[in-house]
């Protein structure tokens, strides 16, 4: 089945299925995506590694679809009731739910009612009176009455005819599938506060009456309505636009017209339309509103997981300070600020704990202490978590970076996010790393490092506990941590590694590797010392010429035996380089960075059986930059002087401020006051904005201005487009009443402009998205 599973691929992503079935081949072979992406270009016609995940995620489905198929028709077979037509169906179907539709009426349940009244052979006054409705109900049953025992009066026996109408309707594919289209299509979605529960639920009051189309309601929406609903606090139900409990429903005229009843006055279309509205309400309705809103939840989980993602992403690809000797400070007030002080190579050279703020009050002694850590080691870059006291510890740093300017000594202080240290600092990874220290101490220590290399400090901590995601304990673990990992490898083979200074953790990203072999190779470096080449690998245990082969091309070494070891050249492809030196008679070495010599070259002509056109211009573009990090120059916020809490702000203010977390409905904006801000995606740019990736993402500096303040719901509104006045935010009001407008409203045409309301969606955006710091 894989070669039909290769063409949906293929169709799906516009590429062509030789291409997927080339990558489906070497990912079923252990390849990973990085490696496929980067050095298998020729096989894949150049997949990348978003296409490449895609791929994955959908060669996994639909191989659990056939699976399933498979186990369908055996069962179905067995049963004897399989014939040509059902089989088609079968094989055609092409989602899992479509697959279940079909099977439904030969799947192994229960004893139903409408199982017992076959057995009491009422199966012919049921299919007697769906057909010719010129029959009066009563006389129809009069024959079947004492047939067998429980048919003991006409009700009894209309009652079991009816039950065997309704299972069959709610059995048939083409029906359940039309209803639940239709459904989808046009649903609304009706959220209600449970009375007794309102009070303790007041967070959720924004659902208490709600509704809007169904297939329309934003992940974060959707989440947070059933978070409600799981705390007992909202009651949610889906409902068509244009049911009216004083007639039909119109999902009963669908039951109706698909079984071929209509109400034409004759005796038995009374009762048949009592079959078709009990079909509906009993049979239909509660089944497809719990898959329609498992639907939505899935579809909400799988947003909520993708702006993870992203903003995993961009945070892991921050700009590094560099490796500069850094002082790592961990605020505290009571419990004072624990201090490290890490060299160029992040490695601990001082520690200790000052106690600047109430109630020891040792602000001088602090101070001092501070610039003698500086002096000592040539401190460069201050990094200070954005916790508790972090204003107060800034305020010291910055007396610090004074007085050693004064000296002549260039020291700059940053701010950095804290989120996950605490989860470090007690993991058995850091007890490995630093068994005598305390674990206050390797909070500080990982703040300074995360601020000369976010990417290697913080694939150390597990990726849901860095603070970049939006109700990720609502969703599928298995899912995000799957979605996370991926990110993870992608960011770190992107990078690159080197390979005499990268710790375990690190490693065990690299592709190919795992924390075993991370292990082995972090041991074999210990007693033999450095790597002198990347072809040592193979002397590592358990480490053979597959993992090599997947592993060695995102592992650096610099100063090496051989320069090609310090760039993303495979080893493999090194024969191409040393075919281009020969050719002109050049040193391999001097190629390295002779971007006008590689710049006249031509790929085509050193192309072989082997190595094709794309994996040789990768190569020259590589040997121009040998090594380049792909991620940006390094830069910090300068958060304003004497605004550190929210009673210093004021509306009108501009500031400067990093970008936290973006989601669907905009940015989340860290200025330096122990909270975030939330700029609305109509907030974002005096253009439309439909997705607030297209202006920011997570770590970028930008600038505000404060445009709301919500004290006793410590939430602040912000806007990057600094024209916008408090004033003109304030008349426009609370967009968020959106929410309380007509689900029918609902259903015309988007506006084309998201420009006003910048703040009107503060209250229900921040309770959604969690913005308080974990």
């Known amino acids: 089945m894989d070669r039909n599973v290769a063409t949906r691929v293929a169709q799906e992503l516009n590429v062509q299925p030789k291409q997927v079935a080339a990558a489906m081949a070497l990912l079923d072979d252990g390849a990973t995506v990085p490696f496929v992406a980067r050095y298998r270009k020729e096989a894949t016609g150049g997949l990348d590694d978003g296409q490449l995940r895609t791929l994955e995620e959908r060669v996994r489905y639909l191989r659990e679809l056939d699976e399933r198929r498979d186990s369908v028709l055996a069962s179905i077979d067995e049963q004897g009731k399989l014939d040509d037509t059902l089989r088609r169906a079968i094989i055609d179907a092409d989602t899992k739910q479509r697959l ?208 993870f993602a992203e903003n995993l992403n961009d945070l892991l690809l921050a700009a590094p300070a560099g490796a500069k000797p850094t002082l790592g400070l961990d605020p505290g007030l009571r419990t004072g600020i624990k201090v490290a002080a890490i060299d160029a190579t992040g490695k601990v050279v001082a520690h200790d704990t000052l106690y600047p703020h109430a109630p020891q009050k040792r602000w001088d002694q602090a101070r001092a202490a501070l610039i003698a850590l500086c002096e000592k080691f040539d401190i460069e870059l201050i990094a200070i978590g954005n916790g508790t006291a972090s204003r107060e510890t800034d305020k010291l740093a910055g007396e610090v970076v004074a007085a050693l300017g004064e000296k002549g000594r260039s020291v700059s202080k940053v701010v950095v996010s804290e989120a996950g240290a605490s989860v470090y600092s007690a993991s058995e990874l850091a007890a490995q790393e630093f068994p005598d220290l305390d674990v206050t101490i390797r909070g500080a220590i990982s703040i300074a490092r995360r601020l000369q290399d976010p990417l290697a400090e913080l694939v150390k901590i597990d990726p849901k506990s860095i603070g970049v995601g939006q109700y990720q304990h609502d969703v599928s673990q298995l899912q995000l941590s799957r979605s996370l990992d991926a990110v993870v490898e992608d960011c770190v083979n992107g990078v690159g590694v080197d390979l005499n200074t990268a710790s375990s953790a690190l490693l065990k990203r690299v592709s190919g590797l795992n924390a075993n072999l991370a292990d082995n190779i972090v041991a074999w470096r210990d007693q033999n010392g450095a790597f002198g080449s990347r072809t040592q690998l193979l002397k590592v245990g358990r480490l053979g010429p597959k993992t090599f082969e997947q592993c060695a091309g995102f592992l650096r070494i610099s100063n090496g035996d051989n320069p090609l070891d310090g760039s993303a050249v495979h080893p493999e492809a090194y024969p191409v380089v040393e075919r281009i030196a020969k050719a002109h008679g050049r040193a391999l070495g001097s190629l390295v960075g002779d971007a006008a010599f590689l710049g006249n070259l031509r790929p085509a002509e050193f192309t072989d059986e082997r190595f094709g056109l794309p994996t040789v211009t990768d190569i020259l573009k590589e040997l121009v930059k040998p090594g380049r990090d792909p991620r940006p120059e390094f830069r910090f916020a300068e958060f304003q002087e004497g605004v550190e809490t929210l009673n210093d702000l004021e509306p009108g203010m501009i500031l400067e401020g990093a970008v936290t977390n973006v989601t669907h409905f905009g940015a989340f904006v860290d200025i330096g006051v122990h909270q975030d801000g939330l700029v609305h995606i109509s907030a974002l740019s005096d253009r439309f904005v439909k997705d607030p990736r297209e202006v920011v993402k997570a770590g970028d500096i930008v600038r505000v201005k404060v445009m709301e303040i919500d004290l006793a719901r410590k939430r602040v509104g912000l806007s990057m487009r600094l024209n916008d006045t408090p004033e003109a935010v304030s008349a426009r009001g609370d967009d968020g009443k959106h929410q309380k407008a007509s689900a029918r409203s609902r259903h015309k045409p988007a506006e084309k402009s998201n420009s006003t309301g910048s703040v009107g969606a503060l209250g229900e955006a921040l309770l959604k998205a969690g913005a308080k710091r974990q």
């Open 100 to 307: 279940e539709d079909l099977y439904l009426p030969y799947r192994k349940k229960r004893r139903t009612k409408a199982q017992i009244a076959r057995e009491a052979g009422l199966e012919p006054l049921a299919d007697s009176l769906l057909n010719d409705p010129q029959q009066t109900p009563e006389s129809a049953a009069e024959p079947y009455l004492g047939s067998t025992e429980g048919v003991a009066t006409v009700k009894d026996a209309l009652d079991g005819a009816k039950q065997i109408l309704m299972e069959r309707f709610s059995e048939q594919a083409e029906l359940v599938g039309t209803l639940r289209e239709r459904l989808w299509e046009d649903g609304v979605l009706v959220s209600q506060g449970v009375a007794d529960k309102k009070a303790e639920g007041a967070k959720f009051s924004d659902y208490f009456e709600h509704q809007e189309p169904l297939n329309r309601v934003p992940s974060h929406r959707a989440l947070a309505m059933f978070r409600g609903r799981n705390e007992g606090v909202l009651a949610l139900k889906i409902d068509l636009d244009n049911a009216d409990e004083s007639v039909s429903h119109p999902a009963e005229g669908i039951i109706a017209r698909h079984a071929g009843i209509t109400d034409q006055k004759r005796p038995a279309d009374t009762w048949l339309k009592e079959v078709v509205r009990w079909t509906w309400r009993v049979k239909l309705y509660t089944q497809l509103e719990t898959e329609l809103l498992g639907k939505l939840r899935e579809r909400a989980e799988l947003e909520a997981i993708t702006v």
